[in-house]
């Protein structure tokens, strides 16, 4: 099977596509991940074929983000990157070919935006033509209403699998989403379930922190820069030291100065998720899908700080099921709210019996596997299942 894959958006967008992707190729099918150029290499290491999708280059996206910071509405947040760029992207990709190209000879189309495609490539707005593939939610919806307005339509669900990239107990406990008459397959969250990235050998300096005391709070912005550097190490030194902790901040995409005070805070560069958070006493996050699954299967309880809207949406799953301990404001968070909530993530017996339980639930849940059988079966029957 030739699987076609369109992956817009930031670095975490693609990850998601690019497991699901190498469990595909794992089981001897031919994949192509359609992404930024500034991807191509990360798309290359995966061992899958790269394709371009738009012509934006990192530094109008990074733009994009700085442009999302203090004072607006994280609904807006939102609404401006999909605008602004995952938005612009498409129709570039539309325009010069590209999506026509990738759908072409392609035996099964997945989106990471919930676009349903013809065989010429173009969005899928007729009943005819449409090209089998599967659309992933991982981001929740603000509400269930929101679900009915997106693909795949009624006329296309024969041939448009809907899978979910997260844990049916925790968002979907009594079979809501079902009622707006679409059959959701919830698989899980997907995450690399493989021994952890080894050999993977810490930085000497990260190192020697980690040795030097006990597990450190994780800190973890992750694509989202839209905020002031040199304020947030202030917030997390200061925090630490009211909570008596140490941390270490992960800062993805964003320019974070040196430490003030580095016994407190060691600032990293880039380290797996799934290698420093089992080390880690909790995590602080911003709510997105990577982070989420991470901490849970990490067993670590989360304190959240949604950049967007969808990351506040994923923070009050966390608070309902007892695993996060608080949705803090980016704009009006003080390190007396922050010391608090990371004191109640290490050391609550009620968030520690939840995250345990937690922890043992998505272990448990297939995740990408099962995605990629269902992706198997619905080829296989040809756009049913």
Not at 61 to 66: S, V
Not at 137 to 162: F, G, I, K, M, N
């Amino acid at each position: 099977m030739r699987v076609a894959t369109l992956a817009l958006g930031t670095r975490g967008d693609l990850e998601l596509i690019l497991l699901l992707g190498r469990e595909l190729r794992r089981r001897g099918h031919d994949v192509v991940v359609a992404t930024s150029s500034f991807f191509a290499e990360q798309v290359r290491r995966s061992g899958l074929d790269w394709r371009p999708a738009g012509s934006g280059d990192r530094e109008r996206m990074l733009a994009i983000l700085r442009s999302m910071g203090q004072g607006m509405p994280p609904q807006a947040r939102a609404e401006r990157f999909l605008d602004g760029w995952c938005g612009r992207e498409l129709v570039d990709a539309a325009g010069s070919g590209q999506l026509r190209s990738l759908v072409a000879g392609a035996d099964y189309v997945v989106s990471n935006l919930k676009l349903v495609f013809d065989r010429e490539g173009r969005l899928a707005d007729r009943g005819a033509g449409i090209v089998p593939g599967a659309v992933v939610t991982y981001d929740p919806p603000a509400s269930l209403a929101d679900l009915s307005l997106y693909p795949p339509l009624p006329w296309q669900q024969r041939d448009v699998l809907d899978l979910v990239a997260l844990s049916q107990p925790m968002f979907d406990p009594a079979g809501a989403w079902g009622t707006w008459g679409k059959r959701y397959r919830f698989t899980g969250f997907w995450t690399d379930l493989s021994p952890a990235p080894l050999p993977w050998d810490p930085p000497p300096a990260l190192a020697g922190f980690l040795a030097a005391g006990p597990a450190p709070v994780a800190f973890t912005p992750g694509s989202m820069i839209g905020f002031d550097a040199d304020a947030l190490v202030g917030l997390l030194v200061d925090a630490l030291r009211l909570a008596g902790l140490r941390g270490v901040l992960l800062p993805g995409w964003a320019e974070v100065p040196v430490s003030p005070a580095p016994d407190l805070l060691h600032v990293a560069g880039e380290v797996p998720y799934r290698w420093l958070f089992p080390r880690s006493a909790c995590v602080v996050h911003r709510g997105s899908h990577g982070a989420t699954a991470a901490a849970l299967h990490a067993g670590k309880a989360s304190v959240v700080v949604p950049h967007i809207a969808c990351q506040e949406t994923m923070g009050k799953a966390l608070m309902w099921a007892g695993v996060g301990t608080a949705i803090l404001d980016p704009d009006a968070c003080d390190a007396t709210l922050l010391a608090r909530a990371m004191l109640l993530a290490v050391s609550d017996p009620a968030v520690a019996e939840a995250v345990g339980r937690w922890q043992a639930t998505v272990a448990a849940e297939p995740g990408v596997v099962l995605a990629a059988d269902l992706i198997e079966r619905h080829h296989e029957c040809g756009g049913t299942d």
